[in-house]
């Protein structure tokens, strides 16, 4: 399987290789990083060989990519492209020519093929935003951990499609999996998020194949110490990225022994320790999510997420719907609004838009009080709560 290459150049080589060395100890894909303390050192790099993504300072703009390669690749830089430049030769007879059409354009399509993304760290504190095309352009002062996850998310999101492509191949002959991915999340406490999660699952078990996947801490019956979620990510992230178009692809059914069944609920536990679900990062569980999706035969996933999940906005973006349990205390209303207000700074305004329009805020019938658990869950499907949950599942069409 390719490492994916991440290319680094910046005059502050402290910041750099900090840099750099975070992201191969941190990174949860496998990553190779190119560093570059002059901009000739990497436009050498670039005649022979490309990056998933460059990080730059402000002191080489990503648009002067553009710029460099409406030029001849093969060309031998002695010094700075920049001199280039001044002197006439790289534009042409004069300054006027440097944004010229065809020389954009030339140089748009030759940074496009050597570079998938390009993210441009500001000298101040600035949102993080696409600034055109493959341009993205965020603060340098944002934690290598924010940054990583973002490298992470664009890696993620630039090798989906050719992955997807290679799963339908390999599953040529065979009915091409789909499954429909549905998150119960809710940064609000005792809202009845778990037991939707159950309800669910077993309403939509009557439909097609269903798996309810569970984060909850400490959880009395959906929460084992062994062959729990915890082990079931280890054993998959083990020596394997999951997006990998390698020969080393696989079914879910070489991991059916993490499913467990109760009253018609086929789930996955979580685990007893809660520190180990927390080490679960949101990389990992978007690729058990696309193993689901693609490379089960489960019709229906329900995932009961954590409240306090790390990257949950990227999580959520691969579901179809989120249910949202809400509360009307003045507490609860402020947990969502502050809920929203961290979306709106990790995404842009067109992600944030999107992933509001698959979130529904709902409003649950009161829970039933039961001596034990387990009479609980039986009788909460012929109460209030449970004819309210069939209700969602017809109105936001997640039978069809």
């Given at each position: 399987m390719r490492n994916?290459?991440?290319g680094i150049c910046d005059v502050n080589t402290v910041y750099m290789k900090k840099l750099a060395e975070y992201f191969m100890q941190k990174a949860d894909i496998p990553l190779q990083v190119m560093t570059f303390?002059?901009?000739r050192q990497l436009f050498r790099y670039l005649q022979k060989g490309n990056l998933d993504i460059l990080i730059t300072g402000e002191e080489l703009p990503l648009e002067r990519l553009r710029q460099w390669f409406g030029v001849d690749l093969s060309m031998e830089f002695s010094e700075s492209p920049e001199n280039y430049r001044k002197s006439g030769e790289w534009y042409g007879e004069g300054e006027e020519d440097r944004d010229s059409p065809a020389c954009s354009n030339k140089g748009g399509e030759e940074v496009r093929k050597k570079i998938s993304w390009g993210i441009e760290l500001k000298d101040s504190f600035v949102k993080t935003e696409r600034s055109g095309g493959f341009f993205i352009k965020t603060s340098r002062y944002h934690s290598s951990a924010e940054l990583l996850a973002l490298v992470t998310e664009l890696i993620v999101q630039n090798r989906a499609d050719s992955d997807c492509d290679a799963w339908k191949k390999d599953t040529a002959g065979r009915r091409e999996r789909n499954g429909c991915m549905i998150g119960i999340y809710s940064p609000i406490h005792r809202c009845g998020k778990t037991s939707l999660s159950v309800l669910i699952t077993e309403l939509l078990a009557k439909k097609g194949k269903s798996l309810m996947i569970c984060m909850d801490h400490y959880s009395e019956i959906?929460?084992?110490?062994?062959?729990?979620?915890?082990?079931?990510i280890y054993r998959i992230s083990g020596g394997d990225n999951l997006r990998s178009a390698g020969e080393k692809l696989c079914d879910f059914e070489l991991y059916t022994d993490f499913v467990r069944e109760w009253q018609g609920v086929s789930y996955i536990a979580a685990s007893v320790s809660a520190e180990d679900t927390v080490e679960i990062s949101s990389v990992q569980f978007c690729n058990l999510m696309d193993l689901l999706r693609y490379r089960s035969d489960y019709e229906y996933v329900v995932v009961d997420f954590r409240e306090d999940m790390e990257g949950i906005h990227r999580i959520l973006k691969q579901c179809d719907v989120v249910f949202m349990p809400c509360l009307e205390d003045c507490s609860s209303r402020s947990k969502l609004l502050m809920f929203e207000k961290s979306l709106k700074?990790?995404?842009d305004?067109?992600?944030y838009e999107e992933l509001m329009k698959k979130i529904h805020q709902i409003q649950?019938?009161?829970?039933?009080?039961?001596g034990d658990m387990e009479n609980y869950y039986r009788e909460l499907l012929w109460s209030d709560f449970g004819n309210a949950a069939g209700r969602l599942l017809e109105q936001?069409?997640?039978y069809s």
């Open positions: 994916s290459v991440i303390s002059q901009d959906f929460a084992e110490e062994d062959e729990n979620l915890a082990d079931l700074e990790l995404m305004l067109e992600e649950l019938p009161y829970v039933i009080e039961a936001y069409d997640v």
